[in-house]
């Protein structure tokens, strides 16, 4: 089993790096830790499915402080949390869920409650989709705020139902405000509402800044992929809004090319509303499908640096966006001399990426810091400033 995370692409100041990394190796080793050696044989057991190891991954990162997801998320202009979350494998089912909020719990327990980690409940509308309706029904891909918070509930009182242990936690709202994001959010808001004339606008940093949008992807040798993504969304949001993170197609991707050996798996950060207008992981999935031909190699640095090229900075540009963010998380599984071969590819557009990777036999995760190299910010020109790097992960 391979596993690869991200914490956001943005600007990561060295001062958090340490945090960081701390977060995605964790995220890592949660992933695999269902996905090791079974026994003295050194045979390994293959308890998770990559959708698990995805979503087991990024429940990590939801619960970490530093990072724009769960409990780290950015409040909306109400000060409230509005969290989305999607998920994928390579068979193309799907789940999402988007503006996950505080709602009113199940009749007879009263209160308020909010969805500790979004990516869960994104999983369980994946797991329903599967499951034929009685009526011939439609499975939704994508539930929203109060729709979520309901489904959440039938499910839990499913699980309590049937003793099942895999419930969709629910928490009281406060707690999922994490005292970072509450003082950003007060410094912001002060900002935008001009209530003080001794606010130090002398700040560097930028509202757009504070990103961290996570993700991860996924594979198991011999069988399929998986990707998923989980953001609080930009600071000072409309409540309401949706981001990449919660839309098919946007925040995340999972594709089998079948009679290729070819898989890939991507998971995206950014701006959501740039990152949503092009459709940019399911592009990714359209341009390598053009690019597998019998026999021929494929060129994923080609191929990355042409989409976000062509479907997401050009148009950004041309719409007025001075700095269009994003940030590229992908897996790609190809057969080499009849044997699958895994590589991670990163691109991103802003000053850094932050990543970790592992293995069920290399099970030590790796962290890094991606960062432009020196020189070659264009930020604020017409030149396109695209950073694109890879990493051969090793069995």
Not at 164 to 175: D, F, G, K, L, R
Not at 348 to 369: D, V
Request: glycine share 10%; proline share 6%; aromatic share 6%.
């Amino acid at each position: 089993m391979y596993i690869a995370v991200h914490g956001g692409a943005g600007i990561h100041s060295y001062t958090r790096e340490k945090e960081i990394k701390h977060a995605l190796r964790s995220a890592c080793r949660e992933g695999l830790k269902n996905h090791g050696p079974s026994d003295s044989s050194n045979q390994i057991s293959f308890n998770s499915t990559p959708l698990d190891v995805v979503s087991d991954a990024i429940a990590v990162l939801e619960d970490d402080p530093h990072l724009n997801a769960g409990y780290g998320s950015n409040l909306t202009l109400n000060g409230t949390v509005e969290c989305d979350a999607a998920i994928m494998d390579g068979h193309s089912t799907f789940g999402s869920v988007g503006a996950v909020s505080e709602a009113n719990g199940s009749p007879g327990r009263g209160g308020l409650i909010g969805v500790k980690n979004p990516i869960r409940l994104a999983r369980a509308i994946l797991d329903y989709s599967k499951v034929p309706d009685s009526l011939g029904r439609i499975p939704p891909l994508t539930l929203v705020s109060e729709g979520a918070h309901s489904f959440a509930v039938s499910e839990n009182t499913r699980h309590e139902q049937e003793q099942a242990t895999n419930a969709i936690e629910t928490v009281p709202p406060e707690s999922m405000i994490s005292p970072k994001a509450k003082d950003e959010w007060t410094k912001w808001k002060a900002r935008l509402d001009h209530i003080s004339s001794d606010i130090d606008m002398s700040d560097p940093t930028s509202l757009t800044d504070i990103q961290d949008t996570v993700g991860a992807v996924a594979y198991r040798i011999g069988d399929t992929v998986a990707a998923g993504v989980s953001s609080g969304g930009i600071l000072l949001k409309h409540p309401g809004r949706l981001g990449e993170a919660a839309i098919f197609g946007a925040g995340c991707w999972a594709q089998n090319f079948p009679g290729s050996g070819t898989q890939i798996a991507c998971s995206i950060s950014g701006a959501g509303e740039h990152v949503v207008r092009s459709m940019l992981a399911r592009e990714i999935g359209n341009c390598f499908s053009l690019a597998i031909v019998p026999g021929g190699d494929i060129d994923a640095h080609d191929i990355l640096h042409t989409v976000v090229l062509e479907k997401f900075w050009i148009p950004c540009r041309e719409r007025g966006v001075v700095a269009p963010d994003v940030g590229i998380l992908l897996l790609l599984v190809e057969q080499i001399e009849g044997k699958p071969s895994a590589r991670l590819w990163c691109a991103f557009t802003t000053p850094s990426m932050a990543i970790a990777y592992a293995s069920s036999s290399r099970s030590k995760p790796a962290a890094q810091i991606l960062r432009r190299p020196q020189g070659s910010d264009a930020q604020g020109t017409n030149k396109p400033h695209i950073f694109i790097t890879a990493i051969p992960l090793v069995r």
